[in-house]
Structures are given as C-alpha cells and as structure tokens.
C-alpha cells in the first residue's frame, strides 16, 4: 500500500486529491496539511511513501519545505510538486530541492496517480508539457562547455534512463546494478559534462540524440 500526504492551502483541492487517491485500491491518504510548515511535520511523523505538494501556500511554501526535508535527509519520503504553471522558474528549483516530480495541477487524474505509482517505484516524472519546455528552453541556449572527458558506455547508459525520468533504484534494477553504483555513474557524468544537477543529464540526453522528444 502507497502511502500518501497531502500539502496544500486550499481546502477543495485536498479534498479532490484525497478522494482520488483513496479510491485506489494500493494507495491511502494517510494525512493532510494546509502550508509548507505544517506538511514538513506531517511528514516526519508519517513517513508517507509520496508527498503531493503545492508549490505555492501561505506561509512556508512548497520548496521551502523540500530544501527543509532535503537538509533533514528524508529519503524515504518521494515529493511530487504540483503547481498551476508548467513552466517557470519554479521547475528549475524545484528539480534542484530533491523533487522526484512536477505536475501540473490540470494532469489528468490518471496521469496523477500514475505519477504517485512511479515515483514510489523511484522513478522521476514531469508532466509532459514541462518536459517538453525545460528540454526546449535549454536547447535555445549555447550549447553547454564540456570538459572533453568522454562518457564511458555505462555512464551513457545511465544518462539515458536518467532523461526518461527513472530513479537511481529503477535505473539498477534495469541494469541490474545497485542504486549505489548507479549515483556513482550519476556523479562522474556530471562531473564530466559539467552539470551539477539530473536536469543537465537530461539536456545532454537530448543535445546528443540519446533520447528524442515525443513526436520527433
């Protein structure tokens, strides 16, 4: 079973999530919050699989709670920001805080759950439409200066699952290595390409044609 909290300022949109999730038969709402503050205690106490959080609330906000829970070293707990833009600067922070994943708040309720599925399964997700933009307005840019160090196959390999929005646990299970050994392939790619966060893998994936965008 999925455990699930719910962090969000408006009262109508807890409600909806809760009687989206609670429908399922392998999830349960075990908790909700009203502001950041208050979802970073509940989630300490709860130790819920996956948090669904609103990005924008009164008082502590959505990142302001993931930095908190970040620096707290809850692991254990995948955070799903949820916001009404799908593109803004909020992507970029919100990928940099630790968020295994960005939907909008229009995702259709399939998507939505599918999203807590995979991210509980140590997938990364992004809505589409924010996917599609975050790989266009990096590809609009300069291409990146790269130190010349080359990827070695496996790190290649890695970097691909990584733009496809897999977790370090999915991507050893894929290749059948651990998800210790799949961080150390994540850290020297980036040290190699420069990047200092997974977003920079996925643009590389998508500047070298290891992964296309849908429709291409």
Do not use: C, W
């Amino acid at each position: 079973m999925i455990s699930v909290v719910i962090v969000d300022d408006q009262p109508l949109m807890r409600g909806g999530f809760r009687a989206l999730v609670d429908a399922e038969d392998d999830m349960s709402v075990v908790g909700e919050a009203s502001d950041g503050n208050e979802g970073v205690d509940l989630i300490r106490g709860a130790s819920p699989d996956v948090a669904l959080m609103d990005i924008e609330m009164p008082g502590a906000t959505g990142l302001q709670a993931l930095d908190a829970l970040t620096a707290e070293e809850l692991e254990n707990t995948k955070v799903i920001v949820l916001s009404n833009y799908s593109m803004d600067k909020y992507v970029y922070d919100a990928l940099r805080a630790g968020a295994a994943g960005y939907l909008v708040k229009t995702t259709e309720p399939e998507a939505l759950l599918h999203a807590v599925r995979s991210v509980s399964a140590g997938d990364m997700l992004l809505s589409p439409a924010v996917a599609e933009k975050l790989v266009g307005e990096y590809l609009s840019r300069p291409p990146l200066k790269r130190d010349g160090d080359a990827l070695t196959d496996r790190e290649t390999e890695v970097v691909a699952l990584v733009a496809r929005g897999m977790g370090n646990d999915a991507i050893g299970r894929r290749l059948y290595i651990s998800s210790a050994t799949v961080k150390t392939h994540v850290h020297r790619a980036m040290v190699k390409l420069g990047v200092k966060e997974r977003a920079g893998l996925v643009i590389h994936a998508y500047e070298t044609g290891l992964v296309r965008p849908r429709g291409a």
